[in-house]
């Protein structure tokens, strides 16, 4: 079982960047699935970016294509480039680990505990 740390949020205005990482720890297969997922208050849980631990194509939500980039780095972080954010970015980000390419949160098992972003003027 991993377990996974993110760090990264804060508050921020529009137009601006942040970086989130997502650090696993635990036993990683290199076909497993990291994801990014996203939730706003009174909202459900979204699909932000997705990537293999082996690589391959990322996956982007359209709301983020263009300006979220999702990157990897040893031994096991993944992080999410976020540049250009606007209000409606605003959520709680969740990092999570999976085995499928998948863009359905309820296929991802192991979770990290949030990171909150606020992108207000």
């Known amino acids: 079982q991993s377990h996974l740390v993110e760090s990264g949020g804060g508050s921020v205005q529009p137009g601006d960047s942040l970086t989130l990482s997502c650090t696993a720890s635990g036993r990683i297969l290199s076909s497993s699935v990291m994801g990014w997922f996203r939730q706003a208050p009174g909202g459900e849980r979204e699909f932000v970016a997705l990537?293999?631990?082996?690589?391959?194509?990322p996956l982007y939500a359209d709301s983020v294509k263009g300006r979220f980039t999702i990157s990897k780095d040893s031994p096991y972080t993944v992080y999410l480039q976020m540049n250009a954010l606007k209000v409606e970015d605003t959520a709680v980000y969740y990092c999570a680990r999976g085995s499928d390419y998948t863009t359905n949160h309820r296929s991802y098992f192991a979770w990290g505990q949030g990171t909150q972003v606020t992108v207000a003027s």
């Open positions: 990537i293999r631990w082996r690589g391959g194509n």
